[in-house]
Nanobody, 118 residues
Framework: QVQLVESGGGLVQAGGSLRLSCATS????????MAWFRQAPGKEREFVAS????????YYAVSVKGRFTISRDNAKNTVSLQMNSLKPDDTAVYYC???????????WGQGTQVTVSS
């Protein structure tokens, strides 16, 4: 059974930091592109950041570039998202996801809540 389990969410003041982690099990994701998405109340789920299998190539949404850093540890089957200089607009449920060989994000975690107070 494939599982992606996020952790590290919580309540933080604007300007603060959080580090989200995603633990994977059930299959090896070391060759898969991994990503983080988020969904705020009343809004559609949106892309936050992604990282290729080697870890050398990353992509970020314009809204988080320069503040968030995605990383991975293939030996531990984990993906992380370091979030700095958090803003109230970053408040959302954050989801970890893994892509199939075809590039579709087919595997999703249950999400972790991040709340940034002003």
């Amino acid at each position: 059974q494939v599982q992606l389990v996020e952790s590290g969410g919580g309540l933080v003041q604007a300007g603060g930091s959080l580090r989200l982690s995603c633990a994977t099990s059930g299959r090896t994701f070391s060759t898969a592109t991994m990503a983080w998405f988020r969904q705020a109340p009343g809004k559609e789920r949106e892309f936050v950041a992604s990282i290729r299998s080697s870890g050398s190539t990353t992509y970020y949404a314009v809204s988080v570039k320069g503040r968030f850093t995605i990383s991975r540890d293939n030996a531990k089957n984990t993906v992380s998202l370091q979030m700095n200089s958090l803003k109230p607009d970053d408040t959302a449920v954050y989801y970890c996801t893994a892509a199939t060989v075809a590039g579709a994000y087919a595997y999703w975690g249950q999400g972790t809540q991040v709340t940034v107070s002003s």
